[in-house]
């Protein structure tokens, strides 16, 4: 546990919405927006984590959190063991080095206005390293941008979808960051050219023994490379377990209705139709209990308890694998709920 | 040695024309001349320039030279001849001369307004837009109350305190007309905030101040450069209207006060020569400031959004 | 066999711009019959989308029908007026249904009245028989029926999309043109939304031409579908034809680059290079620089759409590709895979 690159522990963000007429009335601040509510997970060295979600899960508030963008609202989150809220200015400095992100739209990652050498430069002038010229040149053959001369003049309009997030990922690793944060990087970009950017992520990563956390809302290209996988909903993680056993064997009743919906790409196929309806409540107002409950077919009256994260690695003989859900744990042996800050807590 | 020399020079000016800045300045630049709109009224606005450098110096007489005739008698409102192209005014003055002249104290009061106007928008634009929150209200509201000041009563107002003068006009004039920049350049910064590339420099560690001089700002720049072409028009405008109503320094011969003074001789219906010329001057200096301002912006900011557009449309 | 429903020959949409006349589509063909559900797939910068709006005559300002045929049930269209689109296509024979469903639901007024509008611009229909067929529609859809008078922000975003697929079907067309329909959406929405799509197929003779990048989409829920490159049509035919047996180039390797869930250790194919984009007449392949089996000859003439030879269906489809070495790019590639040489490693340029 120790030596894990980054640790998140109950992690929270709420964001605070203006409130109507009646709570003015009646003097109360309204429902914040629980975007992300206690999360949890280690990053060892050279882990990849996946999460994966619907569009309003929390991954992308999960994501900002971590890079520090947002301030989180409750919860831990350790780099190298020292915990964000302690940190001192050089603290911060020395995480916006180990940290860095990568993003989901190539056209507007760059700036317009400056070459792919004033964007390399830009983070090595930033933490003033040495021999930036050669890091420049290093890093553009990293990534396939060769022979590094002709790019180095580039604007973003001159450069492809795929070699502009080439240089995007040439940014974040230039200054040699311990964790890179991902926010869906293919996407945007065309199957032809996902390809070859996941594969360079692999690479990369095989090569500096940078960790990453890989957000998507794509199955398919998040169990390209990662080892592990999260599934969020509505703020929360449901499950969380090897890729394999995750799409093989998904255990929370939403990963499998997830699992289920995925189209696969063969007509012969017989793949059923998903039998969920309805859409994701609205994360205002969720109080207690299972955010899944009212949409899952497996619902029982327990549910309207928060669930217990437990480990499952009985049901899936597969170690590391964990799920969110009242069917897999016995209501007799553990009490109520357990709380911490009056919020319902999930263990490891 | 020499080689060694010619060599380094060499490569300097090439790392030079590589430079972001330059770069962006020479496209913006390009960008100009392949318009036809910009182009044309970028000719005007040259040829209004050159006659503010090089006005007094190609000026057949001094600005203040009476006429006189053969007979020793002075020149007043002589119609245009060979010896006076636009004609004389009332005091026998050249009329091509003064308007000569007159070119330079135009331009710099435009150029010096204009400045001051888009100096001030971008600071306070900027700051407001992209550090948000409580600044923002603070600059906003102070935004709004120079808005709701009524521009030429209140620039009277305040010569009458600081007194009429050349500087303090345009200084006046400045501190009232930055408003509508300060409004659209924040606008802008607030969109260019939220773009990722922000945020990346942002998870860097670059500091607020470095964001908005380094990203923010170049980023405006078409923006920025069309509030300039227009305060420069405006002020022009503004002076001119403060040199008709009387309260401009009458010893400095802007066009504005031209028209003023064939205005007061009485003349004015009569003696077209003398007002026309510096009035079509103003219209037109302002006409080309105004359309070049929109058509630059128009091209450049263009140019990104297409590109963008017609990768996503196919 | 009867008609075909749209019968697309030999069609050619430029676009007038600043660098010349920008070819977006250059002589494709393909035809969708009554029923049937038809997949158009390909990268950006393919033409799909302008292909869709041509169909509905609703190309931008700048592009134009150059040459080529658009018939519908045996009509010419591609030289519709609007006024002639409005009273016999849109709408009743054709309709759409785009990407980001919501910029096409005015926030301002109920869904039903959205829809009455519709059906009294190119109907006969009084109000309550409309709202009674889009009442049943909206039922298809599986929202509910009560929910009809409800404004578009009252809905999830997969509801919109699906509240804008009735309003595309009450009136009962025959061809439903969709561009990225679920895109936009998450995975279980997009599943809900083709559930009800396979059911609309059960029950009427609705066809749907399908434009999308995702392929596992368009194999999944198809019957027969088309894949294009820059502009020119590379393959047509059945699904399962074009799953079993590709034979294209493209048709080949995009194949190997769709990455699968269900097989995360797969070996994604690279494509090299990227889509040219193209002015004035086409005539070479525009597959050609990122072909590895490219020759000589493919610069030579654009590869005309022939049938394939040795279908491995019964051949009651047309199976066809445009590729002059169609018959034997596939025994190269299975060659190449077995050998293992089917990746190419080292600097790429995409």
């Not at chain 1, 911060?92 to 993003?103: A, M």
């Not at chain 1, 992520?201 to 957000?215: H, N």
């Not at chain 2, 980023?219 to 001119?240: D, E, H, K, Q, R």
Request: charged share 25%.
């Amino acid at each position: 546990m120790t030596d894990d690159v980054l640790e998140v522990e109950n992690l929270r963000k709420h964001f605070r919405r203006g409130g109507g007429v009646k709570d003015m009335v009646f003097g109360r601040s309204p429902e914040p927006i629980k975007a992300v509510d206690d999360v949890s997970f280690a990053l060892a060295e050279n882990e990849s984590i996946g999460v994966i979600g619907e569009s309003g899960c929390g991954k992308s508030t999960l994501l900002m959190t971590l890079m520090g963008l947002h301030d989180k609202t409750g919860g831990t989150i350790r780099l190298d063991g020292r915990e964000m809220s302690e940190f001192s200015r050089a603290d911060w400095k020395e995480y916006r080095r180990k940290v860095q992100i990568i993003f989901q739209d190539p056209f507007n990652s760059l700036d317009p206005r400056m070459s792919v050498r004033s964007t390399l430069m830009e983070p090595l002038n930033i933490h003033d390293m040495d021999d930036k010229e050669e890091r420049i040149r290093d890093i553009l053959e990293q990534v396939e941008l060769q022979p590094a001369d002709q790019y180095l003049y580039r604007r973003p309009k001159q450069l492809s979808g795929g070699e502009k997030q080439r240089v995007s990922i040439a940014r974040a690793l230039v200054l040699e960051p311990d964790v890179l944060l991902a926010d869906e990087p293919v996407s945007m970009l065309d199957v032809s050219t996902q390809a070859s950017i996941l594969r360079l992520l692999s690479r990369l990563m095989d090569e500096t023994g940078v960790s990453m956390v890989y957000i998507s809302h794509d199955l398919s290209t998040v169990s390209y490379v990662c080892d592990v996988i999260n599934v969020m909903y509505l703020g929360r993680v449901v499950e969380q377990a090897p890729t394999e056993a995750l799409i093989s064997d998904p255990q929370h009743p939403y990963s499998q209705a997830l699992m289920q919906a995925i189209p696969v790409p063969n007509p012969h196929g017989e793949r059923e139709r998903t039998e969920m309806e309805g859409a994701p409540r609205d994360p205002i107002g969720l109080g207690e209990g299972c955010r899944f409950r009212d949409r899952c077919p497996e619902r029982m009256d327990v549910c309207d308890r928060t669930p217990y994260f437990v480990d499952v690695s009985e049901e899936t003989d597969v170690e590391g694998h964990r799920a969110a859900c009242h069917l897999y744990y016995d209501h007799e042996a553990t009490d109520a709920t357990e709380r911490v800050d009056g919020e319902p807590v999930s263990r490891i | 040695m020499i080689d060694a020399l010619v060599q380094n020079s060499a490569e300097r000016v090439s790392r030079l024309r590589r430079h972001d800045f330059v770069r962006n300045f020479r496209r913006g630049l390009s960008l100009m001349l392949s318009e036809r709109t910009t182009r044309i009224y970028g000719v005007f606005l040259l040829f209004i320039l050159t006659l503010g450098l090089v006005g007094p110096w190609i000026a057949p007489y001094e600005y203040d030279q009476r006429m006189r005739g053969d007979d020793g008698g002075l020149l007043r409102i002589e119609e245009p001849s060979a010896a006076h192209p636009l004609g004389t005014t009332e005091q026998g003055f050249d009329v091509l001369s003064r308007v000569l002249y007159g070119a330079r104290p135009t331009i710099v009061a435009g150029i010096l307004g204009g400045s001051m106007i888009i100096g001030i928008g971008l600071t306070i634009g900027l700051t407001a837009g992209y550090v948000g929150g409580r600044v923002d209200d603070v600059l906003m509201r102070f935004t709004d109350l120079i808005y709701g000041v009524p521009l030429i009563p209140a620039t009277l107002v305040l010569i009458a305190l600081l007194g009429v003068g050349y500087f303090q006009a345009i200084f006046i004039i400045g501190a009232l007309l930055w408003r509508g920049s300060a409004r659209v350049i924040r606008s802008q910064a607030l969109q260019i905030r939220e773009r990722p590339f922000i945020l990346a420099a942002k998870a860097t560690g670059a500091s607020r101040p470095y964001i908005i001089l380094k990203h923010i700002l170049p980023n405006v720049a078409p923006m920025a450069v069309l509030f300039f072409a227009l305060g420069m028009g405006y002020t022009i405008i503004v002076m001119a209207a403060l040199a008709f109503l009387g309260v401009a320094d009458p010893f400095i011969p802007s066009w504005g006060v031209m028209i003023r003074n064939a205005y007061n001789s009485g003349v004015m219906g009569t003696a077209w020569f003398w007002a026309l010329p510096p009035g079509f001057l103003i219209s037109l200096t302002v006409l080309s400031l105004f359309m070049f301002g929109r058509g630059y912006e128009n091209v450049v900011s263009g140019e990104d959004e297409g590109d963008q557009a017609l990768a996503q449309a196919t | 066999m009867s008609e075909p429903l749209l019968d697309v020959e030999d069609l050619t949409i430029q676009y007038r711009t600043k660098n010349g006349m920008l070819t977006a589509v250059s002589d494709a063909s393909f035809t969708i019959d009554r029923g049937e559900y038809f997949g158009l797939v390909g990268e950006s910068g393919c033409g799909k989308s302008t292909m869709a709006k041509a169909v509905l005559g609703g190309l931008d300002d700048n592009g134009e029908v150059t040459s080529g045929k658009i018939r519908y049930k045996g009509e010419e269209i591609q030289d519709y007026s609007e006024q002639e689109l409005n009273e016999k296509l849109r709408w009743r024979e054709v309709s759409y249904v785009p990407q980001g469903s919501m910029d096409s639901l005015d926030p301002l007024a109920p869904i039903s009245d959205q829809a009455w509008d519709i059906a009294q611009v190119h109907t006969e229909m009084n109000r309550e028989e409309a709202i009674e067929q889009f009442r049943r529609m909206f039922e298809v859809v599986g929202l509910q029926e009560s929910r009809i008078d409800d404004y578009p922000h009252e809905f999830s975003g997969g509801m919109q999309q699906r509240a804008i697929i009735a309003i595309s079907l009450f009136l009962e067309p025959s061809l439903l043109v969709a561009d990225e329909p679920t895109t936009a959406l998450d995975v279980i929405m997009q599943d809900q939304i083709f559930k009800y799509l396979d059911e609309i197929r059960e029950e009427t003779e609705t066809s749907m031409l399908l434009i999308t990048h995702d392929i596992s989409v368009i194999l999944e829920s198809c019957d027969e579908m088309a894949i294009m490159h820059s502009g020119q049509v590379a393959e047509t035919g059945s699904t399962v034809d074009i799953y079993d047996s590709p034979r294209h180039p493209y048709s080949i390797l995009l194949q190997e680059a769709f990455p699968d869930h269900r097989r995360p250790d797969k070996e994604l194919g690279v494509i090299e290079g990227y889509p040219p984009q193209t002015t004035g007449e086409v005539d070479f392949c525009t597959f050609v620089d990122r072909c590895p089996w490219a020759v000589e000859d493919c610069w030579k003439g654009a590869p005309p759409l022939e049938p394939v030879a040795d279908s491995r269906t019964d051949g009651s489809t047309d199976h066809m590709a445009a590729c002059i070495r169609r018959d034997e790019v596939h025994e190269l590639y299975e060659e190449e895979r077995s050998f293992g040489a089917a990746d190419v490693e080292g600097a790429t340029n995409d």
